[in-house]
């Protein structure tokens, strides 16, 4: 719809801001949805199920219906909702199109828009038609932009959960002696213990606890071959106790016992 011409907007006459009845229903319609519906709510709270899916509404909650939808509506009837709808078409092949649902941010500017839209009729304003097709523009690229931004700002966060993550893994290969838990490690990178093992398998491709035995036989292999260290040496210098334990694992994970690398 961005890159819609105003005049490709076709308006329906059926438009109107109104307080709801205390037993108001939106019941379903013998047949779907005929046309677009930008469907926006000002106060109240209810329940509204749009093809199936139940989304609780109240302030902010704004709805695109497009033809074909099927939707249901109650509400509250202590807490009455008062709500806008602006019914039209359009004459040309839709490339980019809001998302059903959208709790708008900035309720002011978007309630200023849609007033001005209704005003303009009810006044019977000159050039209403002309100026109501420039504000419902605007009013989809508004929900155009808050959906971008917030996939943007989805996939900001993203960026800093690899980061944060990868940061840990790094912090454990350089320590891999350390008696690193999956406590400690998720305090490092500020998330819940269940939070950050998941995400961690996620984005390195192992579990925490494989990962930091990798580390540590990795290590260990380094420290057997370069340096010179005994068995003994190394597998203390790893935080391993016992060494009989070090060298099962040590062979798990390489197939061979840690004095044949050395």
Known sequence: ML?????DFILKPSFATIHCEPNWKWRKRDKPMPNFDLFYVWDGEGELVLNGKKYQIEKGHCFLFKPGDETTAIHNPQNPLLLSYIHFDVTQ??????????????TISFETLIA?????FLVKAYGAEIEAKLILKQLLIRLLREEL??????EGASNNLYETISEVANYIQQHPGKPHSI????ARAGLSERYFS???????????KTYIVNSRIKRAEHLLYFTGMTVTET??????????FFSRQFKKYTGKNPSEIR
């Open 3 to 7: 890159h819609l011409n105003p005049k």
């Open 93 to 106: 092949t839709l490339r980019l199109i809001p998302s059903s649902h959208r709790v708008i941010e900035n």
């Open 116 to 120: 001005q839209y209704i005003r303009l």
């Open 149 to 154: 931004e917030k996939k943007e700002q989805l």
């Open 183 to 186: 406590k400690s490690l998720a």
């Open 198 to 208: 998941q995400k961690f398998k996620q984005i390195i491709g192992q579990t925490v």
């Open 235 to 244: 597998a203390s210098a790893l935080g391993y106790s016992d060494l009989h």
